[in-house]
Nanobody, 129 residues
Framework: QVQLVESGGGLVQAGGSLKLSCVAF????????MGWFRQAPGKEREFLGT????????YIADSVKGRSTISSDNAKNTVYLQMNSLKPEDTAVYYC??????????????????????WGQGTQVTVSS
């Protein structure tokens, strides 16, 4: 059974940086893509970005574009989210998710929560002002 485990969250001052990790266990085959999302208290879960597992191309949401990058180490079954210039409004639980396959031949970036198959338990990021 696939299990995703996030780590790297914590308390950081505004303007600081964090690098979150997500390790996947139990894969029988590589996923099509991995995604990062976050959910702040009282808000809906928000898409942050995704990486295509084969090839490593990424798509970053406009809300965090320019200060966020997604990368992966396929040999370690790990995907990363680097966020810089953190703001108090970045405070949230950050989740990674995997998408097993795509219905498209071309590269397609999935951005909706319902399109992902497996989720991690999340890691809390708190940005203090």
């Amino acid at each position: 059974q696939v299990q995703l485990v996030e780590s790297g969250g914590g308390l950081v001052q505004a303007g600081g940086s964090l690098k979150l990790s997500c390790v996947a266990f139990g894969w029988s085959s590589s996923p099509y893509a991995m995604g990062w999302f976050r959910q702040a208290p009282g808000k809906e879960r928000e898409f942050l970005g995704t990486i295509i597992w084969t090839g490593g191309s990424t798509y970053i949401a406009d809300s965090v574009k320019g200060r966020s990058t997604i990368s992966s180490d396929n040999a370690k079954n790990t995907v990363y989210l680097q966020m810089n210039s953190l703001k108090p409004e970045d405070t949230a639980v950050y989740y990674c998710a995997s998408k097993r396959s795509s219905t498209y031949i071309e590269v397609y970036y999935y951005t909706n929560i319902d399109e992902y198959d497996k989720w991690g338990q999340g890691t809390q990021v708190t940005v203090s002002s």
